[in-house]
Each structure stands twice: as C-alpha cells, then as structure tokens.
C-alpha cells in the first residue's frame, strides 16, 4: 500500500480481555517494527521483523506480549490478559533494510485503553 | 549505539526561524543523523536526514559541523502548524532506532 496501516485505530477494552493489533506495512518493505508510546513519552521499541529472519523480542516488556508476522507482510501485535499499565499507542513502521540511512514510515498508531 | 540529547522544550512565535540542536558526542563514522516529526495522535514522520554538512528540503535544513557531534534542525519561518514533537536519531546499520522524549515545541501567534 500506499503507507503504513494499523487497525484498529481505537480500542477500548476490559482489564483481563486479550486484544490483536494488526500492521500493513509498504509492500517492498522488508523490515517492521513495533513500538509503544505511553502519553506524553518517548517511543518504546518493542519487536522487530526482518524477512524471513528470527524477529528479535527484547523489548517485549512481559510474556503477556507476543508479535507474529506472515509471509512477510501483515504483522499482528496480541497482547494476552491485558493490564490497565498495557494503555498506550502503539505504532508499528516499516522499511526497508537497515542501514545508516534508512528512514521509517510509521502508521497512525493504535490506541488502547484498558479500563 | 549513539546517545542523543536536546532540549525538552521550546516556544516560538509564528514567523521565526527555530533551531533546535542535538547532541550526540559518541556518533561513529557509518552513522547519520536523522529528524523526525511527530504531531499529536499520529506517528512520527520522517522531516531530514544528513551525515555532514549542510542539507536542506522543503520543510527544514540541517546543519552538521565538521565534527558531527551536533547537529542543529532549522525550521524557517515556523508557523503553528509546526507544534509538534521533533526527534534526533543517528542512525546506523542497526535496526534499534532509539526515540528519546524529544523536543516539544510549541509556536504562538
């Protein structure tokens, strides 16, 4: 596509509920990558895919998170029995692969509030 | 990877030139700096990208000194469509892009 897609763009859950975050990045673009912003602060890296390559889950920040992407694409973000401390953006990007100038596109983002 | 600072804040007034500089003592050679633009309820946005000298686009310049360990963003004649957060990056081969708090500026009429 065009750009970076990311549904839903609002989500409003119950506190214990498990959600999924789904990422369309540029076709092309080989690499993805999850981050969380919480209101008011930086962006927190999460996970990163690189073709066909073992993502790297090292700023997953628990077991309740885990990330997938299929065939090289669509990516999809689950966070299992949410907490109210999971509330944040959460914005995924793509691009192609690393390098000193590589530049990523982000997509709007998707909101969550744990009540 | 190279840490990055800059200022938490800054206010402006519509129609002047804002420069907001970063700090990144450690960059390496392979490295580059790069801004991005984040505007509330998006994502950032790519705005510049350098390695030495002076480069300049449609929305911003970006000056680097000979010894790369600062770099200063330039908006020229900011309007208040520019409030927004603008990060600093160096960015080298590696994928783990570090997005500090930025620099939150804010422009009045």
């Known amino acids: 596509g065009a750009g970076v897609s990311q549904s839903p763009s609002n989500k409003v859950t119950e506190k214990g509920k498990d959600v999924e975050l789904r990422c369309d990045p540029i076709?092309?673009?080989?690499?993805l990558y999850w981050y969380r912003q919480s209101l008011g602060q930086g962006l927190e890296f999460l996970i990163y895919?690189?073709?066909?390559?073992?993502?790297?889950k090292s700023g997953l920040p628990s077991d309740r998170f885990s990330a997938e992407r299929t065939g090289g694409s669509v990516s999809t973000l689950t966070i299992q029995r949410t907490q109210q401390e999971d509330s944040a953006v959460y914005l995924c990007?793509?691009?192609?692969?690393?390098?000193?100038?590589?530049?990523?596109?982000f997509g709007a983002g998707s909101r969550l509030t744990v009540l | 990877l190279a840490k990055t600072t800059q200022p938490i804040s800054m206010d402006s007034y519509e129609g002047q030139e804002v420069n907001i500089t970063c700090s990144h003592n450690?960059?390496?050679?392979?490295?580059?700096i790069t801004w991005y633009q984040q505007f509330p309820s998006q994502g950032p946005r790519f705005i510049i990208q350098?390695?030495?000298t002076k480069v300049t686009n449609e929305v911003a310049s970006l000056f680097i000194p000979a010894d790369r360990k600062s770099s200063t963003l330039s908006l020229p004649r900011v309007s208040l469509s520019d409030t927004a957060v603008y990060y600093c990056?160096?960015?080298?081969?590696?994928?783990?892009?570090?997005f500090g708090t930025g620099t939150r500026l804010k422009v009045l009429a």
């Open positions: 076709s092309g673009h080989t690499a």
């Open positions: 350098g390695y030495k």
């Open positions: 450690n960059i390496a050679t392979n490295d580059y």
């Open positions: 990056l160096v960015t080298s081969g590696t994928y783990k892009y570090i």
């Open positions: 895919f690189q073709g066909n390559s073992a993502p790297d």
């Open positions: 990007a793509s691009s192609l692969p690393p390098s000193g100038a590589n530049v990523l596109t």
